[in-house]
Every structure is written in C-alpha cells, then in structure tokens.
C-alpha cells in the first residue's frame, strides 16, 4: 500500500524553527517528485514546495522562499522540510504528497507559529 | 501567479442530481507539449484532498466514473453526474503549468441538501 507519513510538527515561537519529515512507503520512492502543501485553519490549500527526484531542482512558493528548505534522501525513503523564521501565518496542516501533481497525500502534521 | 477562480463557492445538491463546478484560469495552462496542467482534488470532511482528476479530464485510480472533467485553455469544468452522500467535501482545482508557483483555486464546498 502507497503510504505517506508526515512527523514533526508542533508548537514553536515567532523566529523558531522545525523540522518536518515525511516518510514514504509502498512505492519507489526514489522515482518520483514529491512535494508538500499546507493548509492553514479553516482556509484552503497552498502549494509549498517540491523537489525532482534526485533533488537537482527545488522549488519554493515566494512566501516561504530563504527561509524553508526542502530535502530528501533516498536511502531512507524520506521527505524533509526544514522551516526557520516561522510567522504566525506559517500555521498551518502541512501534508507531504507524492508527485508534482500531488496524487498521494499523507494525513499532514500541524504546525503552530505561536507566542 | 497563474489565478484560479472557482465557481460557485458552495452548493448544495440533493442526491442523485447532478453538480457542476467551474474554474477559471488568469492565462493559459496548455504547455506547449500539447498537455494541459488541469488537477480536481475533493477534501473529505476530516481528511487530505484526493486526487480526483488529472490533465483536464484523466480519472485517477478508482475515482467513480459520475466524475468528469472538460475544458481547454482557461476555463475547465468539474461535474458530477449523480451526487452520492460520500461526495460532500472541498473541491479544488489546481495549476501546475507555472513553476515555481502552482496555485490552487479557493474551493468549493459541497453539500448534501
């Protein structure tokens, strides 16, 4: 079975940082672009990041640009988003999906930006 | 940014009748390579969006064929040919044609009269 399972998120201060991983199972991972998207409460979705396969090409949306980095490895299956400077409009649901076009979701992680 | 506008923004459908859902693009979204970067994602109460449909008007494994998507160019078009009570949720169509800044439409809810 396809599966995807976000981990890391959490309570975090304006200016801290967090780590979100994702891992991926059920598939070959190695052969697919995988991105993430988050959802902040009661709103709909934005599209955050997404890297190639071997993780030659990141791409960012222009809100989270410098401060979040996307990031993968292969051997374990495992999709990051490192996230530094959080605001309070970085809280949000942040799920991991599989593909560009997003065609597997995880059940995401939540991450509150918050004093 | 590429803007998606999607129309209406709720609608409440009695069983068994059909639903339709517009979403409108700000430019184009055929690639050059003749594809049309044109997602559907519906999000169950409570859960992730699901992929309903891909390039315009491809279904993704085991979505109903009561799903159909159309349209070309800007505007495009979700419908549902019997609504079924499994289908209240947020549709949300998505561009993917503008790297680096895919964007999704605001939504539209669905419900169940």
């Known amino acids: 079975e396809v599966q995807l399972v976000e981990s890391g998120g959490g309570l975090v201060q304006p200016g801290g940082s967090l780590r979100l991983s994702c891992a991926a199972s059920g598939f070959t991972f190695s052969g697919y672009w995988m991105s993430w998207v988050r959802q902040a409460p009661g709103k709909g979705l934005e599209w955050v990041a997404n890297i190639k396969q071997d993780g030659s090409e990141k791409y960012y949306v222009d809100s989270v640009k410098g401060r979040f980095t996307i990031s993968r490895d292969n051997a374990k299956n495992s999709l990051y988003l490192q996230m530094n400077s959080l605001r309070a409009e970085d809280t949000a649901v942040y799920y991991c999906a599989r593909e560009w076009y997003m065609d597997v979701w995880g059940k995401g992680t939540t991450v509150t930006v918050s004093s | 940014d590429i803007v998606m506008t999607q129309t209406p923004l709720s609608l409440s459908v009695t069983p068994g009748q059909p639903a339709s859902i517009s979403c409108k693009s700000s430019q184009s979204l055929l690639h050059s390579n003749g594809k049309t970067y044109l997602y559907w994602y519906l999000q169950k109460p409570g859960q992730p969006p699901q992929l309903l449909i891909y390039e315009v008007s491809n279904r993704f494994s085991g979505v109903p064929d009561r799903f159909s998507g159309s349209g070309s160019g800007t505007d495009f078009t979700l419908k549902i040919s019997r609504v079924e009570a499994e289908d209240v949720g947020v549709y949300y169509c998505?561009?993917?044609?503008?790297?680096?800044?895919?964007?999704f439409g605001q939504g539209t809810k669905l419900e169940i009269k």
């Open positions: 998505l561009q993917t044609i503008q790297l680096p800044s895919y964007t």
